[in-house]
């Protein structure tokens, strides 16, 4: 069973910091294409940003210049470090994470459970 945990979310101020984190666990053979969306009450969910294996990253506009994706290959973790934020930001984040189990199988994207953010003062 592939599970995806993530964690860091929480309340702070506008101007402050976050970093998320979420790794991957269970039986797999490859991670492929990993990223953050979020969903603000009333809104469709949304891309934020994404990573490739090989690192190459892609973001919304609002986000670029603020927030930074990485990604662990050595711990099936993808971060996402969110500086100067803004109340606009507040939403629940998703991780996700395309996924092969086995060589023989399809590619299958997989979420977490979600991590709420506020920003507020």
């Known amino acids: 069973q592939v599970q995806l945990v993530e964690s860091g979310g929480g309340l702070v101020q506008p101007g402050g910091s976050l970093r998320l984190s979420c790794a991957v666990s269970?039986?797999?053979?490859?991670?492929?294409?990993m990223g953050w969306y979020r969903q603000a009450p009333g809104n469709q969910r949304e891309l934020v940003a994404n990573?490739?294996?090989?690192?190459?990253?892609n973001y919304i506009d609002s986000v670029t210049g603020r927030f930074t994706i990485s990604r662990d290959n050595a711990k099936n973790t993808v971060y996402l470090q969110m500086n100067s934020l803004k109340p606009e930001d507040t939403a629940v984040y998703y991780c996700?994470?395309?996924?092969?189990?086995?060589?023989?199988?399809?590619?299958?994207?997989?979420w977490g459970q979600g991590t709420q953010v506020t920003v507020s003062s």
């Open positions: 996700n994470a395309n996924i092969r189990r086995t060589w023989v199988t399809v590619l299958s994207p997989y």
């Open positions: 269970g039986s797999i053979v490859r991670i492929y294409t």
């Open positions: 990573i490739t294996s090989d690192g190459s990253t």
